[in-house]
T-cell receptor, first 110, second 113 residues
């Protein structure tokens, strides 16, 4: 079956620096990937998605890169701000709904 | 434009009881999915409803059941509650048109004593 997981449980960055959160997936049948941000006490908030026929997609201050060869996904956040502090999940779309990894807690240092 | 709303926000039950959680999808969405999120973990897919039918199901026992109404709102029912059912239950809605992003509510925190 498919599993989606993140490389690091915690990522600490300086305010203003760029953040890169990584994700690996095991099932190449997944054709759709999403990044979510979850703040304490709230549900996951959609950030950006990418389909498997793309290798890059940009949003406002965020970029998602997809490398299908090594089954790797990353989320880049430019000029990280205190409000970016949260747990970030990647999720893969498949026959069994969305499959989430455990998440990476992004901590912003002043 | 209201997003996904869930009720109640918190609930305390005891083992063996039954619980019903409710979800109203984002305006314009017709598909509702339910997830269970244990503390410190990512959400796990329970099932998805479309056109009032269960369309997909994750690895959850039959104690977990659901319903979707003609107005697209949905309920999650859990029977014979176990201590391990304590979790945040999340509802997500989407539009059934190819791969569309699911939008989540803030969940119902269920505690089993």
């Amino acid at each position: 079956g498919e599993s989606v997981g993140l490389h690091l449980p915690t990522l600490s960055v300086q305010e203003g620096d760029n953040s890169i959160i990584n994700c690996a997936y095991s099932n190449s049948a997944s054709d759709y990937f999403i990044w979510y941000k979850q703040e304490s006490g709230k549900g996951p908030q959609f950030i950006i998605d990418i389909r498997s026929n793309m290798d890059k997609r940009q949003g406002q201050r965020v970029t998602v890169l997809l490398n299908k060869t090594v089954k790797h996904l990353s989320l880049q956040i430019a000029a990280t701000q205190p409000g970016d502090s949260a747990v970030y999940f990647c999720a893969g779309g498949g026959a069994d709904g969305l499959t989430f990894g455990k998440g990476t807690h992004l901590i912003i240092q002043p | 434009d209201a997003g996904v709303t869930q009720s109640p926000t918190h609930l305390i039950k005891t083992r063996g009881q039954q619980v019903t959680l409710r979800c109203s999808p984002k305006s314009g969405h017709d598909t509702v999915s339910w997830y269970q999120q244990a503390l410190g973990q990512g959400p796990q897919f329970i099932f998805q409803y479309y056109e009032e039918e269960e369309r997909q199901r994750g690895n959850f026992p039959d104690r977990f059941s659901g319903h979707q109404f003609p107005n697209y709102s949905s309920e999650l029912n859990v029977n014979a509650l176990l201590l391990g059912d304590s979790a945040l239950y999340l509802c997500a809605s989407s539009l059934d048109s190819g791969n569309q992003p699911q939008h989540f509510g803030d969940g119902t925190r269920l505690s089993i004593l």
